[in-house]
Nanobody
Framework: QVQLVESGGGLVQPGGSLRLSCAASGFTSDIWTIAWFRQAPGREREGVSCVSTTDGSTHYADSVKGRFTISRDNAKNTVYLQMNSLKPEDTAVYYC??????????????????????WGKGTLVTVSS
């Protein structure tokens, strides 16, 4: 059993920054990949970024490359998403998810991640002036 809890969301002006945190507890050794997803109002859920808990490799959707950075602190069982230069289109509920055996595709600028076994409840990020 694994629990994931997101934090750090809030209201920020365009061009501002936020750092999201995903804290994992339970049998975290079962999680080999941690990913961030987001779902904007009226849109489908999309992959934002992911990181391997074993080798640290990362992937990003084209829409956030150069602005967002994913990082991990294995000792604290925590993954972060640093979001800079935020845009109104970044407004969404951001979800943390984890899995063991995963499939990652980065095609046409979209990041798709399969095999997520555990999900947090989400944290709302609103980018507005």
């Amino acid at each position: 059993q694994v629990q994931l809890v997101e934090s750090g969301g809030g209201l920020v002006q365009p061009g501002g920054s936020l750092r999201l945190s995903c804290a994992a507890s339970g049998f975290t050794s079962d999680i080999w990949t941690i990913a961030w997803f987001r779902q904007a109002p009226g849109r489908e859920r999309e992959g934002v970024s992911c990181v391997s808990t074993t080798d640290g490799s990362t992937h990003y959707a084209d829409s956030v490359k150069g602005r967002f950075t994913i990082s991990r602190d294995n000792a604290k069982n925590t993954v972060y998403l640093q979001m800079n230069s935020l845009k109104p289109e970044d407004t969404a509920v951001y979800y943390c998810a984890g899995g063991s055996i995963t499939t990652i595709q980065n095609m046409g600028g979209a990041l798709t991640i399969y095999g997520m076994d555990y999900w947090g409840k989400g944290t709302l990020v609103t980018v507005s002036s």
